[in-house]
């Protein structure tokens, strides 16, 4: 039980479920990935590799030239947000040395930052990060087919996480924080089947003092809350079966919940197996 760096992934599953955090990250208990999910991993993979290149100012005609769909995709989010995009820098130069031109922001894709907090290394990567000296703007693509309501986000740890890593390493006011979100269509189907692309969408979404002081303390409360376990050395507690996360999570039959998935879609109720009739094959 050596974990010490604690991403938004850690703490999202840890606030779901304490057992399935241990299971995942502690235990490194493997799961299935459905293929349909798989694919669309790779794709979104393959997305923000084209994004980060493009913004490194690196060729990324090779990694488009055989996939049409992935270039529409591109193509979109370029026209509908053409200024969150850098004008073109140098072939050979990075987004690093064009920043460093007195009056150009600071940009990075895929740019770490760490802060140590109660005991853990937090650990946050942001597609893309532009810091002026009044404003730090957090951007991330998502490819996913159905955004989730700007509520939703607002209470997701990766928003907040970022925002609080952002506004505690640099000498930005909260207010002066925001993180968006750009959701792009996935195109998972072969040119002749694929789906009208649907135009990119954006949630933008702020932040304040008051923000920051709740992420803090609820930081502080999980931190404290995974420190307590870890020392016990015990299994992590489930969560309550009636919050229904057990539904989707692939450790139920290791849990002994998964009769909980049979009763959701009314399988409960089949007869006693002597009383099935014998199917002749
Ligand atoms: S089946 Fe339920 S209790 Fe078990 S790890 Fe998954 S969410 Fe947690």
New binding site residues.
Partial sequence: MGLTTLTQGHLKLLE?????F??SYLDQLATPTEPAMLARQQWGTRFHLVMQQRELGLAVAPLLAHDPALESAVQALLTTAPDLFAPAIEPGATALDASAVAGVPFRQSEHRRNLTFNGYGLTVIYDLLIITPTQGQIVDWKTYLHPPSQRQLTKDWQTRLYLYVLAETTDLAPEQLSMSYWFVQPQLSSPSEAQPLAQPSQILLPYSAAQHRRTERDLRQLTDKLTTLRATFQDFP??E?SQG??LR????V??Q??SERYENLGLSDLPPIEEIAEVSL
């Fill in positions: 779901l479920c304490p057992r399935r241990q299971y489930k969560v079966e996360h057990c999570c692939p450790f139920a290791r849990c919940r998964a």
